[in-house]
């Protein structure tokens, strides 16, 4: 069971925006920088956001994060039907001393 | 452009021992911390292990494979490893190996498959 805990499954019509909860604790989100990873299907994850709110290049503005105490969220605006994926949070654990990520989010573009 | 790439999953009895490897290209190796992601069958992610950059001196894994597996490095090869040992059919999984900026995970490779089964 993950210690990060997400919704397991997110829908949104096209061109909707859509959020993605990320639910932690002090020891990890409460203490340290949240990443969010995509999934495409059949394909490795790619890193979406890191330290929060920074985008790779590459990764189109309609994605963004955010982050406020033990909690996190993605939001992702004018979804696309290439938006279907898997969606990751993950965290630093200070107690464990390692990443933890969450159950993942399953996002269907209606 | 960096790149991953992961070899050495295929099937093992439980029990048995596997190395996977991960060759890396496109950056300075040495400079860089890397890491292992597992991830089983319609499952999610789950992080395995790191090893730190230069000598590797510092390394840090799951409750779920300490003692069992362990991470290590050749940076004239510029390659990493993970050995694992008493492999059980939980095990059995897409083994991803990624770089690590800071305390993010970065690139990931395209990983490589462990069964574990008799």
């Known amino acids: 069971q993950s210690v990060l805990t997400q919704p397991p499954s997110a829908s949104g019509a096209p061109g909707q925006r859509v959020t993605i909860s990320c639910s932690g604790s002090?020891?990890?989100?409460?203490?340290?920088?949240v990443n969010w990873y995509q999934q495409l299907p059949g394909t490795a994850p790619r890193l979406l956001i890191s330290?929060?709110?920074q985008r790779p290049s590459g990764v189109p503005d309609r994605f963004s994060g955010s982050k406020s105490g033990t909690s996190a969220s993605l939001a992702i605006s004018g979804l696309q039907s290439e938006d279907e994926a898997d969606y990751y949070c993950?965290?630093?654990?200070?107690?464990?001393?390692?990443?933890?990520f969450g159950g993942g989010t399953k996002l269907t573009v209606l | 452009e960096v790149q991953l790439v992961e070899s050495g999953g295929g099937l093992v009895q439980p029990g048995g021992s596997l190395r996977l490897s991960c060759a890396a290209s496109?950056?300075?190796?040495?400079?860089?911390?890397f890491t292992w992601v597992r991830q089983a069958p319609g499952k999610g992610l789950e992080w395995l292990a790191y090893?730190?950059?230069?000598?590797?001196?510092?390394?840090f894994y799951a409750e779920s494979v300490r003692g069992r597996f362990t991470i290590s490095r050749d940076n004239t090869k510029k390659s990493m490893y993970l050995h694992m040992n008493n492999l059980r059919a939980g095990d059995t999984a897409f083994y991803f190996c990624?770089?690590?900026?800071?305390?993010?995970?970065?690139?990931w490779g395209k990983g490589t498959t462990v069964t574990v089964s008799s």
């Open positions: 990624a770089t690590v900026v800071g305390y993010y995970i970065d690139v």
């Open positions: 496109g950056l300075t190796f040495s400079s860089y911390d």
């Open positions: 090893i730190s950059s230069a000598s590797g001196s510092t390394t």
């Open positions: 002090s020891s990890n989100i409460g203490s340290n920088t």
């Open positions: 330290i929060n709110t």
């Open positions: 993950s965290s630093w654990d200070d107690s464990l001393d390692g990443w933890l």
